[in-house]
């Protein structure tokens, strides 16, 4: 398992979710709605993750939108419905990469502050936060969650790969041939991922791969092994299915079957 440095303690309140894409590989479902609407069971996918955050101690999600951002914000609303403070961030580029959906919310958050970073259509168990969330960081670094059950992944051809050296992450790539670990699309950040998102910029657009990238060659990229814990990346009508097959959605979150 990789290693990781655990604290007893973590000050985390707040979680930016990336909810700005269309979903195009899904795009049987989301033609008239955003992706992240899509149920998984009685619930959405977005608003899973949600009430999964506001059980681990998450007071504040701030979602960043972009295609049909009216239809998400109407239906969230200011959260007063699942118990979470929400905040909108409009990213009208969201056609270009996903860094620059991070980087919308940046003036947001404090220079010291510590933050949770998802995605909108990954599902995850509880206990993955748990073990993010007590994952200690030091000074401008980030910790990604990492799945080393490598031949269980669903989609794997389509998934982020790291290579992981002790607590550290030294590779990250989807067309990585070797590798011991897959991004599961949750982080634990310090503001200075927002730095290495700017540094990696070309042409005026840049993702967080390129962003994780700027931290690995500083050294500033960690791995925090989830375990046995479950986890999906919901990015194709069978992941879908088979998330539906696994989980059990109710008004605490996700679990597995």
Known sequence: MIESLISKTSPLKRALVIAAGRGIRLNTHSQDIPKCLISVGSRSIIETILLTLR??????AIIVTGYKHEVIEERLGD?????????????????????????????LFDPDEQFLLTMSDHLFAPEILTTLMSFQLGPGETALAVDSK???IVD???????VCK???????DKK???????DCGLFKCTTGLFDALAA??????????DGCRQLIASERMKAADIGTAFWIDIDTPQSL???????EISDHGVSTK
Not at 176 to 182: A, E, F, P, S
Request: charged fraction near 25%.
């Open 156 to 162: 794997i051809e389509d998934a982020t790969k790291v």
């Open 55 to 60: 059980d681990a101690g998450i007071e504040e």
């Open 200 to 209: 990696a910029m070309v042409d005026g657009d840049f993702s967080l791969t």
């Open 241 to 247: 299915t088979y998330a539906m097959s696994k989980l």
């Open 166 to 172: 002790g607590p550290n992450i030294t590779q990250i």
């Open 150 to 152: 490598v031949d269980s």
């Open 79 to 107: 959260g007063s419905r699942i118990g979470l403070r929400l905040r909108y961030v409009r990213n009208d580029r969201w056609q270009k990469k996903n860094g620059l959906s991070v980087c919308a919310a940046r003036n």
């Open 176 to 182: 990585l041939m070797d590798y011991n670990g897959v």
